[in-house]
């Protein structure tokens, strides 16, 4: 019986095998739209990506022509937080350089308010953790030459139950303008149980009112698969439940963000939650696995850890511009998982195509040991006989001058190695 169920169970791990092997190729021979952010001297040279169904800056607020970048409080600090931390904070993206790697939005997440609005109706901060107000903070902030960011709730209340924004849209919008706010995540909590798709379009129109440009972070969790509707009403929409500082929440997030790679694109982008790196609950090479794979996913790059504190290896992380740059690439262009293989379909390569006629290409080892593991032209999307030379964006070196057909390396368990590929020749062939 046993055997019988192995064999079975074996039979179904080929099939999928098969079925993905199958998929990768059809995905390769079909032909898909000229992206319009290309040169029309520029040839992709890979044909694995569909942006059929994205829209360019849809909702004209000028913002998130690329993924945005700086750091937000909660996955470290939580509701304990005060103007000092966020001040001090404001400093070390300052003296550490990571502000000028791109990181430069200071978000305050939920807990910067009193329970209550003040008797003229308006949103009030909590006298005792931020007793300057939110203009001076604002002032600092950009005084730094950074950005604010702020929290609201598409809700009654927020999530750790101060005043919601539901029903003060424009009121609420017009205060954050007049402090200099240019950023605002709106959050599902005490929603009434009313759908996310009448909840987040008010606030984008208040925001669009007030007459400052602020970023509109959409947070309804994934409920409503935003993707299918939020480009129309957000630079960027959470496609997730919160994000745990642990492998198994990492993974689980980074497969779901990935089945709306389609719908992303510059102005409105999938949004997987925020970097954990740095908080302590993964190791090294899963820290780079999480930055690796929120890069090429064309992820906002949030911060989550205290940057005033943190370690040699985090800060390796967190600025290697080499994948910064794939995230902040001009096309805009989500990179997906295209093949899978190995027990459990731990061997994964993930790519996307990047401007310049290049190739992003990740290989990530989910099993529990380390392997080889191989990237053929075929699930790439490439024409079999085009020559690429391959960079390492973690070991910072060219790897090889002239792949053809395939590249493979080896991957330590949980780690995520990381290249750009770039043709050799411009004639190199270009098919269907
Ligand atoms: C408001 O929306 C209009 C139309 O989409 C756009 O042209 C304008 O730049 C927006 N203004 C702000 C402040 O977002
Ligand atoms: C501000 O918050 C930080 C982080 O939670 C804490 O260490 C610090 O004591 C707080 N400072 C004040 C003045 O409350
Ligand atoms: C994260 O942890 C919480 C409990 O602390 C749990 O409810 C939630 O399901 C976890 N999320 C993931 C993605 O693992
Ligand atoms: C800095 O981080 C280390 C862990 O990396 C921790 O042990 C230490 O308490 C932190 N220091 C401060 C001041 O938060």
């Given at each position: 019986m046993a055997k019988i169920a192995g064999n079975l169970a074996l039979k179904c791990l080929h099939i999928l095998v098969l079925y993905v092997y199958v998929t990768s190729v059809v995905l390769a021979a079909r032909v898909l739209p000229v992206h319009p952010?290309?040169?029309?001297?520029e040839k992709p040279i890979?044909?694995?990506?569909?942006?059929?169904k994205y829209g360019i800056?849809?909702?004209?607020?000028?913002?998130a022509d690329t993924p945005q970048m700086g750091w937000n409080s909660?996955?470290?600090?939580a509701c304990n937080i005060n103007e000092t931390v966020i001040k001090e904070t404001a400093d070390a993206l300052i003296s550490t350089g990571l502000a000028k790697l791109g990181y430069i939005y200071v978000n305050i997440d939920d807990?910067?308010?009193?329970?209550k609005r003040n008797s003229k109706g308006q949103l009030v901060h909590d006298p005792k953790t931020f007793p300057s107000g939110i203009k001076a903070l604002a002032d600092y902030v950009h005084s730094k030459g950074l950005k604010l960011g702020i929290y609201s709730d598409?809700?009654?209340?927020?999530?750790?139950?101060r005043a919601g924004s539901l029903y003060h849209e424009y009121d609420d919008a017009a205060l954050f303008a007049s402090w200099g706010v240019d950023y605002l995540k709106y959050d599902n909590c005490?929603?009434?149980?009313?759908?996310p798709e009448k909840r987040y379009p008010p606030m984008r129109d208040a925001l669009n009112a007030s007459g400052r440009a602020i970023f509109y972070s959409i947070c309804e969790w994934g409920e409503d698969d935003p993707a299918l509707w939020a480009g129309k009403v957000g630079n960027s929409w959470r496609t997730t439940e919160d994000i745990n500082d642990t492998w198994a929440s990492m993974t689980a997030i980074a497969d779901i963000n990935d089945?709306?790679?389609?719908?992303?694109?510059p102005g409105g982008w999938n949004d997987p939650d925020m970097l954990e790196v740095g908080?302590?609950?993964?190791?090294y090479l899963e820290y780079r696995a999480h930055f690796s794979i929120w890069a090429l996913m064309k992820a906002p790059l949030l911060v989550g850890c205290d940057v005033r504190n943190m370690t040699a290896e985090t800060f390796e992380i967190l600025s290697n511009e080499e994948v910064i740059a794939v995230n902040q690439d001009r096309l805009g262009v989500q990179g997906r998982k295209v093949y899978v293989y190995g027990n459990d379909n731990c061997y994964q390569i993930w790519a996307g195509p990047m401007s310049g006629n290049r190739l992003t290409v990740a290989l990530w080892n989910r099993c529990s040991k380390p392997a080889t593991i191989t990237a053929k032209w075929d699930a790439l999307g490439l024409d079999s006989s085009i020559t690429v030379s391959v960079r390492d964006l973690w070991k910072h070196?060219?790897?090889?001058?002239n792949s053809v057909g395939s590249f493979s390396a080896n991957v330590d368990s949980h780690s995520c190695e990381m290249y750009i590929f770039t043709p050799q020749?411009?004639?190199a062939s270009f098919g269907h």
């Amino acid at each position: 019986m046993a055997k019988i169920a192995g064999n079975l169970a074996l039979k179904c791990l080929h099939i999928l095998v098969l079925y993905v092997y199958v998929t990768s190729v059809v995905l390769a021979a079909r032909v898909l739209p000229v992206h319009p952010y290309l040169q029309s001297n520029e040839k992709p040279i890979s044909n694995i990506f569909d942006t059929s169904k994205y829209g360019i800056l849809q909702i004209k607020n000028g913002l998130a022509d690329t993924p945005q970048m700086g750091w937000n409080s909660w996955n470290f600090f939580a509701c304990n937080i005060n103007e000092t931390v966020i001040k001090e904070t404001a400093d070390a993206l300052i003296s550490t350089g990571l502000a000028k790697l791109g990181y430069i939005y200071v978000n305050i997440d939920d807990c910067w308010s009193g329970t209550k609005r003040n008797s003229k109706g308006q949103l009030v901060h909590d006298p005792k953790t931020f007793p300057s107000g939110i203009k001076a903070l604002a002032d600092y902030v950009h005084s730094k030459g950074l950005k604010l960011g702020i929290y609201s709730d598409a809700g009654v209340f927020t999530c750790q139950v101060r005043a919601g924004s539901l029903y003060h849209e424009y009121d609420d919008a017009a205060l954050f303008a007049s402090w200099g706010v240019d950023y605002l995540k709106y959050d599902n909590c005490f929603n009434l149980g009313i759908k996310p798709e009448k909840r987040y379009p008010p606030m984008r129109d208040a925001l669009n009112a007030s007459g400052r440009a602020i970023f509109y972070s959409i947070c309804e969790w994934g409920e409503d698969d935003p993707a299918l509707w939020a480009g129309k009403v957000g630079n960027s929409w959470r496609t997730t439940e919160d994000i745990n500082d642990t492998w198994a929440s990492m993974t689980a997030i980074a497969d779901i963000n990935d089945k709306w790679a389609p719908y992303a694109g510059p102005g409105g982008w999938n949004d997987p939650d925020m970097l954990e790196v740095g908080n302590g609950g993964m190791t090294y090479l899963e820290y780079r696995a999480h930055f690796s794979i929120w890069a090429l996913m064309k992820a906002p790059l949030l911060v989550g850890c205290d940057v005033r504190n943190m370690t040699a290896e985090t800060f390796e992380i967190l600025s290697n511009e080499e994948v910064i740059a794939v995230n902040q690439d001009r096309l805009g262009v989500q990179g997906r998982k295209v093949y899978v293989y190995g027990n459990d379909n731990c061997y994964q390569i993930w790519a996307g195509p990047m401007s310049g006629n290049r190739l992003t290409v990740a290989l990530w080892n989910r099993c529990s040991k380390p392997a080889t593991i191989t990237a053929k032209w075929d699930a790439l999307g490439l024409d079999s006989s085009i020559t690429v030379s391959v960079r390492d964006l973690w070991k910072h070196k060219f790897v090889s001058a002239n792949s053809v057909g395939s590249f493979s390396a080896n991957v330590d368990s949980h780690s995520c190695e990381m290249y750009i590929f770039t043709p050799q020749t411009e004639t190199a062939s270009f098919g269907h």
